[in-house]
């Protein structure tokens, strides 16, 4: 079975800091990987996707990369602002259980200090 | 063009009461999901519809029947409320499953079974 750990489960930096969210997972035969952004009482809200064959994608100030092989992802925050501050969820969709089905990480909670 | 629409976004249940939440997307998306988001656990899925006249079971599908109405709407029924069953629930859809395809989600119903 699938499992998706995200570590830290929460981080708080000052205003202007680079930063590293962490995800891991225990089956390498995944179809991609997604993170999510969550702000609280709202929905989620795409932010980048990497399809298996792919190694890191860009967006903005958003970084991800990801490899299979060790099971690791991780999303770069460069020079952090405190509009930044969320919750950041990480899933991942398998061959086995059908690329519908993601399987989500608790999530790591950022707080970014003006 | 509103995306993924939920219907209510609060809902306070009785134990053994039955209530549907409703989804929609505008998107012309084909497969569409529900999950619940519950603290310390992450979001799970509860089903999903890869296609228009088709559903399957996700991680958690006890307690819940849905119905995928037409290519637009994908409800979820709870026949017989259970304070476990208290939860965000949040509906999402994407183009296809492909890993390619990214899911976009609801603003979430936060329900409460007393």
């Known amino acids: 079975k699938q499992e998706v750990t995200q570590i830290p489960a929460a981080l708080s930096v000052p205003e202007g800091e680079n930063l590293v969210l962490n995800c891991s997972f225990t089956?390498?035969?995944?179809?991609?990987l997604q993170w999510f952004r969550q702000d609280p009482g709202k929905g989620l809200t795409s932010l980048l996707l990497?399809?298996?064959?792919?190694r890191e994608q860009t967006s903005g100030r958003l970084n991800a990369s990801l490899d299979k092989s060790s099971g690791r992802s991780t999303l770069y925050i460069a020079a952090s602002q405190p509009g930044d501050s969320a919750t950041y969820l990480c899933a991942v969709s398998g061959t086995q259980g059908g690329s519908e089905k993601l399987v989500f990480g608790k999530g790591t909670k950022l707080t970014v200090n003006p | 063009n509103a995306g993924v629409t939920q219907t209510p976004k609060f809902q306070v249940l009785k134990t053994g009461q039955s209530m549907t939440l409703q989804c929609a997307q505008d998107?012309?998306?084909?497969?569409m999901y529900w999950y619940r988001q519950d603290p310390g656990m992450g979001l799970r899925l509860i089903y999903y519809s890869a296609s228009e006249g088709t559903t399957d079971k996700g991680e958690v599908p006890n307690g819940y029947n849905v119905s995928r109405l037409n290519k637009r709407e994908f409800s979820l029924r709870l026949e017989s409320a259970a304070p476990s069953q208290t939860s965000v629930y949040f509906c999402?859809?994407?183009?296809?499953?492909?890993?390619?395809?990214?899911?976009?989600f609801g603003p979430g119903t936060r329900l409460t079974v007393l």
């Open positions: 999402a859809s994407s183009e296809f499953g492909r890993e390619t395809d990214t899911q976009y």
């Open positions: 089956d390498s035969a995944i179809y991609n």
């Open positions: 998107m012309n998306h084909n497969s």
């Open positions: 990497i399809q298996s064959s792919q």
